[in-house]
């Protein structure tokens, strides 16, 4: 007898593990962090706090006991499926673990399932309520039929929770981790952010209330139902008329959706955006034809859900051919194909803008792209194009060609019926703005300001970017105080140049007079470095890059040529450079990036064309200009330099060298394939690449832009062999450029992985690679010269190991795994 009261009861066994098994569901909840997860073990707690109340039989609370478990390995299980979805992809995306399972945690299944989970729970505590018992063996045992009874039932009620939660559950993991997954894949296309949301701002600047009639005939367009209506739109129109203006607030217009709702489809037959692109001069990825089609596609696939899943093929087959594919593979294979899949579904009306066709630097193949997108605006009936762009020869040859005119509408702005509207926006824009400053509010309110501002009008025409740039003027000093002065400042006679051109001039000979240029040559050195960067320097970048270029680039015959004395004795400085942009606020600017940048393009073409600008002081002559970036930029690459920009990067240090660093390896392609032939051009290329100058490129090109260091020294082959072949006397064979940009890059990699080994050991072996395998077979001379390439590198290694500072800095590859990170150059 004593012996069975010894035993320990089923019930204080099952009471007992009533802790442990909390805590295993609390190690289970404690993977998804989500509202009200907390309160599933205090509610379970609570249930067993009852049932112990009872001591109740030892069955129900092991089924109890099993239905946690069951709950925390359904947890644990969803978190192993996250977790596998990122082991398949590791290290090809930005997107955190912690993101991925908030993606689980706030998808409306699981919010469902944890509401209908917490609720049964609360349930269940309720009904503890109806069980009877207590302390006492004689109490429980009476009771314990009616006790089982409620017991069953509660568990019966949980378990079929626990099942509802996990059909639930399971299903937001499902869903989630397909959507990770396709995430991933659309991370590895390579895009630019090229959409109306990350243009410049005064791509942007379009008055309320002005352009509303196009809008209005473009609207209507896209919302139409007939199938035989053009639906590709095309807008023309010279530089300064709005076409990006009106492009912009288009875009905004039609992106009805936010972006917590991007997947949802506005009302039938409501147009919608589904991509967008400007192009930007000014900005290397937005200048390129080469970003067009990926972001395009990946802005669809976002945008249009039915076109997600073969868009996700079409990517899959296209990223193993490489990142840098043409454009014609591009287009078809992320264009063509995934929506020739989906042409017959009945979607509403999808618009593609894209901005600045002008403005990107390869039209041939632009033109082709172009011809292909009209191609497709055939086909699929739900897809509108709207373009805009001024009247270039190719693109009128691609969009507006008789081959085109069945789907192509157009309207120029410079056709009378838009002119009528365009100048009424403009006097209601220059009113507006004009009168927003009180001194110009009370000038403007008598006859003789009234007569200005009209006269200011009729000046303007149909340029919006010739009203924004008096406005700039106007607002800023000297003359936001003194309407009278303005208003003769911007009505000056023009001579024989139009308004624009006129008015450019006038803001660079009031904030530097000739008179101050011939007396401070220093003054002129600074200006014309200044002015040869904006013209001829493409992409915006800050002001001490400017400072660094520009000091190389006043040492060169270029501006010897054009100042009336020794050059500036004063170097230029970051400050300086932003003193310049300060006085030029009316056409300059620094960016939302910290870099400069005209404020429209017109400014960069008025510089480089003497007809345009006709005064010398100012005049940048594009031929010469590029070939004084040439020198300026092979001058950098000397040792000292090269350190210093190495150093900046290692610490991802964003200083003026550091900036510079991404600077050379962008522009130095770049400025020679835009460079004109000279006997002193050619001769500076071929001192470049048979010294350590070439290999210091190399060696800044592989800490900077890794990824992209073979296509960067692919562009400066192209650019060398194309300036030197046709041309150079005797003319430069493309086998030899192409051995000694091959022997840099072998010679950088195999040094910075074997930095001890004997340097004339690495140069015999590459020397062997590309000089006795290279075909053609080169020259006695090109060897001779690929000889004096070899002991430049040998003179280099020998010159560095001496240093100490220089050896830990040009051999340290810490540097490459920080530029791996480093698409876009830092700011």
């Given at each position: 007898?004593?012996?069975?009261?010894?035993?320990?009861?089923?019930?204080?066994?099952?009471?007992?593990?009533?802790?442990?098994?909390?805590?295993?569901?609390?190690d289970?909840?404690?993977?998804?962090?989500?509202p009200g997860?907390?309160?599933?073990?205090?509610?379970?707690?609570?249930?067993?706090?009852?049932?112990?109340?009872?001591?109740?039989?030892?069955?129900?609370?092991?089924?109890?006991?099993?239905?946690?478990?069951?709950?925390?390995?359904?947890?644990?299980?969803a978190?192993?499926?996250?977790?596998?979805?990122?082991?398949?992809?590791?290290?090809?995306?930005d997107?955190?673990?912690?993101?991925?399972?908030?993606?689980?945690?706030?998808?409306?299944e699981?919010?469902?399932?944890?509401?209908?989970?917490?609720?049964?729970?609360?349930?269940?505590?309720?009904?503890?309520?109806?069980?009877?018992?207590?302390?006492?063996?004689?109490?429980?045992?009476?009771?314990?039929?009616h006790?089982?009874?409620?017991?069953?039932?509660?568990?019966?009620d949980l378990?079929?929770?626990?099942?509802?939660?996990?059909?639930?559950?399971?299903?937001?993991?499902?869903?989630?981790?397909?959507?990770?997954?396709?995430?991933?894949?659309?991370?590895?296309?390579?895009?630019?952010d090229?959409?109306?949301?990350?243009?410049?701002?005064?791509?942007?600047?379009?008055?309320?209330?002005?352009?509303?009639?196009?809008?209005?005939?473009?609207?209507?367009?896209?919302?139409?139902?007939?199938?035989?209506?053009?639906?590709?739109?095309?807008?023309?129109?010279?530089?300064?008329?709005?076409?990006?203006?009106?492009?912009?607030?288009?875009?905004?217009?039609?992106?009805?959706?936010?972006?917590d709702?991007?997947?949802?489809?506005?009302?039938?037959g409501?147009?919608?955006l589904?991509?967008?692109?400007?192009?930007?001069?000014?900005?290397?990825?937005?200048?390129?034809?080469r970003?067009?089609?990926?972001?395009?596609?990946?802005?669809?696939?976002?945008?249009?859900?039915?076109?997600?899943?073969?868009?996700?093929?079409?990517?899959?087959?296209?990223?193993?051919?490489?990142?840098?594919?043409?454009?014609?593979?591009?287009?078809?294979a992320?264009?063509?194909?995934?929506?020739?899949?989906v042409?017959?579904?009945?979607?509403?009306?999808?618009?593609?803008?894209?901005?600045?066709?002008?403005?990107?630097?390869?039209?041939?193949?632009?033109?082709?792209?172009?011809?292909?997108?009209?191609?497709?605006?055939?086909?699929?009936?739900?897809?509108?194009?709207?373009?805009?762009?001024?009247?270039?020869?190719?693109?009128?040859?691609?969009?507006?060609?008789s081959?085109?005119?069945?789907?192509?509408?157009?309207?120029?702005?410079g056709?009378?019926?838009?002119?009528?509207?365009?100048?009424?926006?403009?006097?209601?824009?220059?009113?507006?703005?004009?009168?927003?400053?009180?001194e110009?509010?009370?000038?403007?309110?008598?006859?003789h300001?009234?007569?200005?501002?009209?006269?200011?009008?009729?000046?303007?025409?149909?340029?919006?970017?010739?009203?924004r740039?008096?406005?700039?003027?106007?607002?800023?000093?000297?003359?936001?105080?003194?309407?009278?002065?303005?208003?003769?400042?911007?009505?000056?006679?023009?001579?024989?140049?139009?308004n624009?051109?006129?008015?450019?001039?006038?803001?660079?000979?009031?904030?530097?007079?000739?008179?101050?240029?011939?007396?401070?040559?220093?003054?002129?050195?600074?200006?014309?470095?200044?002015?040869?960067?904006?013209?001829?320097?493409?992409?915006?970048?800050?002001?001490?890059?400017?400072?660094?270029?520009?000091?190389?680039?006043?040492?060169?015959?270029?501006i010897?040529?054009?100042?009336?004395?020794?050059?500036?004795?004063?170097?230029?400085?970051?400050?300086?450079?932003?003193?310049?942009?300060?006085?030029?606020?009316?056409?300059?600017r620094?960016?939302?990036?910290?870099?400069?940048?005209?404020?429209?393009?017109?400014?960069?073409?008025?510089?480089?064309?003497?007809?345009?600008?006709?005064?010398?002081?100012?005049?940048?002559?594009?031929?010469?200009?590029?070939?004084?970036?040439?020198?300026?930029?092979?001058?950098?690459?000397?040792?000292e330099?090269?350190?210093?920009?190495?150093?900046?990067?290692?610490?991802?240090?964003?200083?003026?060298?550091?900036?510079?660093?991404?600077?050379?390896?962008?522009?130095?392609?770049?400025?020679?394939?835009?460079?004109?032939?000279?006997?002193g051009?050619a001769?500076?290329?071929m001192?470049?690449?048979?010294?350590?100058?070439?290999?210091?490129?190399?060696?800044?090109?592989?800490?900077?832009?890794?990824?992209?260091?073979?296509?960067?020294?692919?562009?400066?082959?192209?650019?060398?062999?194309?300036?030197?072949?046709?041309?150079?006397s005797?003319p430069?064979?493309?086998?030899?450029?192409?051995?000694?940009?091959?022997?840099?890059?072998?010679?950088?990699?195999?040094?910075?992985?074997?930095?001890?080994?004997?340097?004339?050991?690495?140069?015999?072996?590459?020397?062997?690679?590309?000089?006795?395998?290279?075909?053609?077979?080169?020259?006695?001379?090109?060897?001779?010269?690929?000889?004096?390439?070899?002991?430049?590198?040998?003179?280099?290694?020998?010159?560095?190991?001496?240093?100490?500072?220089?050896?830990?800095?040009w051999?340290?590859?810490?540097?490459?795994?920080?530029?791996?990170?480093?698409e876009?150059?830092?700011?």
């Open positions: 007898m004593s012996s069975t009261r010894e035993r320990p009861s089923p019930i204080d066994t099952a009471l007992a593990v009533a802790g442990p098994m909390l805590d295993i569901l609390k289970g909840l404690a993977l998804v962090n989500h997860v907390g309160l599933v073990p205090q509610g379970l707690s609570a249930v067993l706090d009852g049932i112990k109340l009872v001591r109740t039989n030892s069955k129900s609370r092991q089924d109890f006991e099993r239905e946690a478990r069951v709950l925390s390995a359904l947890l644990s299980g978190q192993k499926a996250v977790d596998s979805s990122f082991v398949e992809h590791e290290g090809e995306h997107t955190s673990e912690s993101q991925a399972i908030s993606t689980v945690v706030h998808s409306p699981l919010q469902r399932g944890m509401r209908n989970l917490l609720q049964a729970i609360e349930d269940l505590s309720k009904r503890t309520s109806e069980l009877r018992g207590g302390d006492r063996a004689m109490v429980s045992f009476i009771f314990a039929l006790n089982k009874d409620i017991l069953e039932g509660m568990t019966t378990t079929r929770a626990v099942q509802h939660f996990q059909t639930l559950a399971l299903a937001a993991v499902d869903k989630a981790v397909e959507y990770i997954k396709r995430h991933l894949i659309l991370a590895k296309l390579k895009c630019a090229a959409g109306y949301r990350s243009v410049h701002i005064e791509k942007s600047l379009l008055m309320e209330g002005t352009r509303d009639a196009l809008l209005s005939e473009f609207l209507s367009r896209f919302q139409g139902s007939d199938p035989t209506a053009k639906r590709l739109n095309v807008v023309t129109g010279g530089a300064g008329m709005g076409k990006s203006a009106i492009a912009y607030r288009l875009c905004a217009l039609l992106d009805t959706k936010s972006n709702d991007i997947s949802t489809p506005p009302p039938s409501t147009p919608a589904g991509a967008s692109f400007f192009f930007d001069l000014r900005d290397p990825d937005l200048s390129s034809d970003m067009l089609i990926p972001t395009i596609a990946r802005q669809l696939a976002e945008r249009v859900p039915s076109l997600l899943p073969h868009m996700i093929e079409a990517i899959r087959d296209f990223l193993p051919h490489g990142e840098s594919q043409l454009s014609s593979f591009a287009v078809t992320l264009l063509l194909k995934p929506l020739e899949r042409k017959d579904l009945p979607l509403h009306p999808i618009v593609i803008v894209i901005d600045g066709l002008d403005e990107c630097t390869d039209q041939e193949s632009l033109c082709d792209i172009l011809k292909s997108l009209v191609s497709l605006v055939r086909t699929v009936r739900w897809l509108h194009l709207f373009v805009a762009s001024r009247p270039e020869s190719l693109i009128r040859e691609a969009l507006l060609s081959s085109a005119a069945d789907v192509v509408h157009r309207r120029d702005l056709e009378s019926s838009v002119i009528e509207d365009t100048e009424g926006d403009i006097k209601k824009y220059l009113m507006e703005k004009i009168e927003s400053l009180p110009y509010a009370a000038y403007t309110a008598t006859p300001g009234s007569e200005d501002l009209n006269h200011l009008v009729h000046r303007a025409g149909n340029l919006f970017i010739y009203a740039t008096v406005f700039l003027v106007l607002s800023r000093p000297p003359y936001r105080t003194r309407p009278v002065e303005g208003f003769q400042f911007v009505l000056s006679p023009t001579a024989h140049l139009s624009i051109d006129a008015l450019y001039l006038q803001i660079l000979t009031v904030a530097y007079p000739p008179s101050l240029l011939t007396a401070s040559p220093g003054v002129h050195t600074h200006l014309l470095c200044f002015l040869t960067f904006i013209a001829c320097g493409k992409y915006g970048w800050p002001p001490a890059t400017f400072a660094i270029i520009g000091n190389y680039l006043a040492a060169t015959d270029y010897h040529s054009r100042t009336a004395a020794a050059p500036a004795s004063q170097p230029m400085t970051e400050a300086s450079i932003s003193q310049m942009t300060a006085e030029l606020s009316s056409v300059m620094i960016g939302e990036c910290g870099s400069i940048l005209p404020i429209h393009v017109s400014f960069m073409e008025f510089l480089v064309d003497s007809n345009r600008c006709p005064n010398k002081h100012y005049h940048i002559s594009e031929n010469a200009a590029r070939a004084g970036l040439v020198s300026a930029s092979f001058a950098v690459f000397q040792l330099t090269a350190l210093d920009i190495l150093a900046a990067w290692r610490t991802r240090d964003n200083t003026p060298v550091g900036q510079f660093g991404t600077y050379i390896a962008l522009a130095l392609p770049m400025h020679i394939k835009t460079c004109v032939f000279s006997d051009i001769k500076e290329i001192a470049f690449i048979q010294s350590a100058g070439l290999l210091n490129y190399c060696r800044l090109l592989s800490a900077t832009r890794p990824k992209i260091m073979r296509k960067c020294l692919s562009d400066l082959q192209t650019s060398f062999v194309q300036l030197l072949s046709n041309n150079a005797p430069v064979r493309e086998v030899e450029v192409r051995c000694r940009i091959e022997f840099c890059r072998k010679y950088v990699e195999q040094m910075l992985h074997n930095p001890n080994k004997h340097a004339q050991e690495i140069t015999q072996e590459i020397y062997t690679q590309t000089y006795i395998s290279s075909s053609p077979v080169l020259t006695p001379e090109e060897a001779q010269r690929f000889e004096e390439l070899k002991c430049s590198c040998e003179r280099l290694h020998h010159e560095i190991i001496r240093d100490a500072r220089a050896q830990e800095m051999y340290d590859t810490t540097i490459e795994h920080r530029g791996q990170n480093s876009r150059r830092p700011m």
